[in-house]
């Protein structure tokens, strides 16, 4: 099936149109530590450098000639430079090495290629097996509710099924819709303040005892699995959510890994704190995105220190990791300095035939003295060691820029815009993460709440909100569709079938049917017999006899004679 170009569907997502605890209270059983972590820079990194002033000697007397026997019987000079631990870095450009031209063209897969509707695309990551878990253990704690508080008589506490907890996330994905996630839950039920939409699909008790009810694994195992696994009450549905991000979809030869923050502030082991991010406080995921859709194809969350093989650093595990689903298939991968090393762009590209680009920083002990040194605006110097491109550009007074790069050959300058071509390869692909993170704030349907499994659950709505946007507006069957239009049809597509459950529903109130009517717009209107007249006068039968007032006239559905007096005429709704 013909499928839209990247570039548009990446454009799409930019297209524009008192506080109560969500979730129950949070667990005793759960930890809380918070670790502060530092940010890696992941823009305006030229204005982040420390540089050093040095003279022209200095510099000359870190630079090396060696004489380079070639296959002919010329010789070639070539100049070395070497990083403080004596890493070789040539001054001039080799041979140009052979690099695969293999074409990696975007788009939905399997399931999503057929996908014609916003809950369609959004139910090939949400697959029914993830919320059959949800169900399995939402219900048995609904069972153990009832157990400890004898109310199973309630009905607002009854067992979960999946039209309803289909309807549950539609709400909250309409609250994200009109920004209503800060409001008070109550006043989102109120005739004055709320939409009638929520009331509605559920009552105001039913939907805060699914949100504290609802569960993702088996508690009475919680405790073994957390010994090896820091993620465990979440674990079985994030990886069923992964699985689906990638079954369904095919990334671009371009990706970008970079780091995201749940903003979430209650008890969790292993809380991060992160200066520069806008929440500060949170769960930390590192993803591996499209940097042409921004699609979230793979990530770690951060559930505490990890062991590392020897002699790899934490970042380059993480990218080690993360990029596994790509492994030979010559993509290219995109990352800040946090995650740039020479040696984990050595060992992607030999091992994994991947290549990368990245800011690295002056820090590292292979880069030479003189490309950390300040030089005159425009300044271009390069080094090579025969996989990485090592660029140091000086793009105004006192500021140098360090990139290095195994997908570049050389260090050319764009024409357009000035720049170095490195330079403006970085810049295009490096936002992968950051876009995709402000389409999930922008209209997100994370509330405040105690519990942190609720706050990652949060977040992986609103994770599959925006991927199942991105796999849609593949379709070239429809046109392409903003994300608050989406999220509108989302949301209405998922409680429409839960409104035609209740509004069955004995001894509902003439409110809530006229609600529920509206939004399906549909009339409960019967047909009833709509004549009110009499072939002959007939005395009225409410008036006293000794009046003796006749009247043409009766009501439509007794047919009792009723004279001008005591006859009432009234809406549907009133009548009843």
């Known amino acids: 099936m013909a499928q839209r170009q990247a570039e548009e569907v990446g454009r799409s997502l930019c297209l524009h149109e008192p506080v109560s605890y969500f979730g129950d209270k949070d667990s005793d059983e759960e930890l809380d530590s918070l670790e502060e972590q530092e940010d890696s820079n992941t823009e305006e990194e030229a204005d982040k450098f420390e540089f050093e002033e040095r003279d022209e000697s200095e510099q000359d007397s870190e630079e090396k000639?060696?004489?380079?026997?070639?296959?002919?019987?010329?010789?070639?000079?070539?100049?070395?430079?070497y990083g403080k631990d004596k890493y070789p870095w040539s001054l001039s450009l080799p041979k140009t090495r052979n690099q695969s031209r293999k074409m990696h063209l975007p788009g939905a897969m399997n399931h999503a290629i057929v996908a014609n509707s916003p809950l369609e695309c959004w139910s090939t990551l949400f697959s029914d097996n993830l919320l059959e878990v949800i169900l399995k253990y939402t219900n048995i704690e609904i069972d153990k509710y009832h157990t400890e508080h004898d109310t199973a008589n309630e009905s607002y506490q009854k067992h979960l099924g999946m039209v309803e907890l289909k309807a549950f996330f539609g709400l909250l994905y309409f609250a994200g819709l009109k920004n209503d996630n800060r409001i008070n839950i109550a006043e989102l039920w109120s005739y004055e303040f709320g939409s009638s939409i929520y009331r509605a699909t559920m009552n105001v008790r039913r939907f805060e005892f699914i949100a504290d009810r609802i569960r993702f694994d088996d508690k009475t195992t919680r405790a073994e699995r957390k010994q090896t696994d820091g993620l465990a009450a979440v674990r079985?549905?994030?990886?069923?959510?992964?699985?689906?991000?990638?079954?369904?979809?095919?990334?671009?030869?371009?990706?970008?890994?970079?780091?995201?923050?749940?903003?979430?502030?209650?008890?969790?082991?292993?809380?991060?704190?992160?200066?520069?991010?806008?929440?500060?406080?949170?769960?930390?995921?590192?993803?591996?995105?499209?940097?042409?859709?921004?699609?979230?194809?793979?990530?770690?969350?951060?559930?505490?220190?990890?062991?590392?093989?020897?002699?790899?650093?934490?970042?380059?595990?993480?990218?080690?990791?993360?990029?596994?689903?790509?492994?030979?298939?010559?993509?290219?991968?995109?990352?800040?300095?946090?995650?740039?090393?020479?040696?984990?762009?050595?060992?992607?590209?030999?091992?994994?035939?991947?290549?990368?680009?990245?800011?690295?920083?002056?820090?590292?002990?292979?880069?030479?003295?003189?490309?950390?040194?300040?030089?005159?605006?425009?300044?271009?110097?390069?080094?090579?060691?025969?996989?990485?491109?090592?660029?140091?550009?000086?793009?105004?007074?006192?500021?140098?820029?360090?990139?290095?790069?195994?997908?570049?050959?050389?260090?050319?300058?764009?024409?357009?815009?000035?720049?170095?071509?490195?330079?403006?390869?970085?810049?295009?692909?490096?936002?992968?993460?950051?876009?995709?993170?402000?389409?999930?704030?922008?209209?997100?349907?994370?509330?405040?709440?105690?519990?942190?499994?609720?706050?990652?659950?949060?977040?992986?709505?609103?994770?599959?909100?925006?991927?199942?946007?991105?796999?849609?507006?593949?379709?070239?069957?429809?046109?392409?569709?903003?994300?608050?239009?989406?999220?509108?049809?989302?949301?209405?597509?998922?409680?429409?079938?839960?409104l035609h459950n209740r509004k069955n529903t004995n001894g509902l109130h003439i409110s809530v049917i006229r609600d529920i009517n509206n939004i399906l717009s549909e009339t409960d209107i019967p047909d009833v017999d709509k004549n009110d007249k009499l072939q002959i006068r007939k005395r009225c039968s409410v008036c006293e006899y000794n009046r003796n007032k006749k009247t043409l006239y009766c009501c439509s559905k007794c047919k009792k004679p009723l004279c001008e007096d005591h006859r009432v005429r009234y809406c549907y709704d009133c009548a009843m």
């Open 65 to 81: 000639t060696t004489e380079l026997e070639g296959s002919t019987s010329t010789t070639r000079k070539c100049q070395i430079v």
């Open 236 to 498: 079985e549905i994030w990886d069923i959510f992964i699985n689906n991000c990638q079954t369904n979809y095919t990334p671009s030869k371009f990706l970008t890994v970079d780091e995201l923050l749940l903003g979430y502030r209650g008890r969790f082991s292993s809380k991060v704190y992160i200066k520069s991010k806008p929440d500060r406080y949170g769960i930390k995921i590192i993803t591996l995105n499209d940097a042409k859709t921004h699609y979230l194809y793979n990530a770690i969350p951060y559930a505490g220190s990890v062991n590392p093989p020897a002699n790899e650093t934490i970042p380059s595990y993480y990218i080690r990791k993360i990029c596994e689903p790509i492994y030979h298939s010559n993509r290219n991968i995109t990352c800040d300095n946090w995650f740039s090393s020479v040696e984990i762009f050595n060992q992607m590209y030999k091992d994994y035939n991947l290549t990368m680009v990245g800011t690295i920083r002056k820090n590292k002990r292979q880069i030479p003295k003189s490309f950390k040194s300040t030089a005159s605006v425009g300044t271009v110097r390069c080094g090579y060691d025969g996989t990485n491109v090592l660029m140091s550009w000086c793009p105004k007074k006192n500021k140098v820029v360090l990139i290095l790069s195994s997908l570049h050959k050389s260090c050319k300058i764009n024409t357009d815009s000035g720049k170095p071509e490195l330079v403006d390869f970085y810049n295009s692909t490096k936002a992968g993460t950051d876009v995709f993170n402000q389409c999930c704030a922008l209209h997100t349907c994370a509330r405040k709440t105690n519990r942190w499994t609720m706050r990652f659950f949060l977040g992986m709505l609103d994770q599959a909100s925006v991927n199942s946007h991105i796999l849609y507006n593949f379709n070239v069957l429809h046109k392409i569709e903003n994300r608050r239009s989406f999220l509108k049809e989302l949301s209405l597509s998922l409680i429409t079938p839960h």
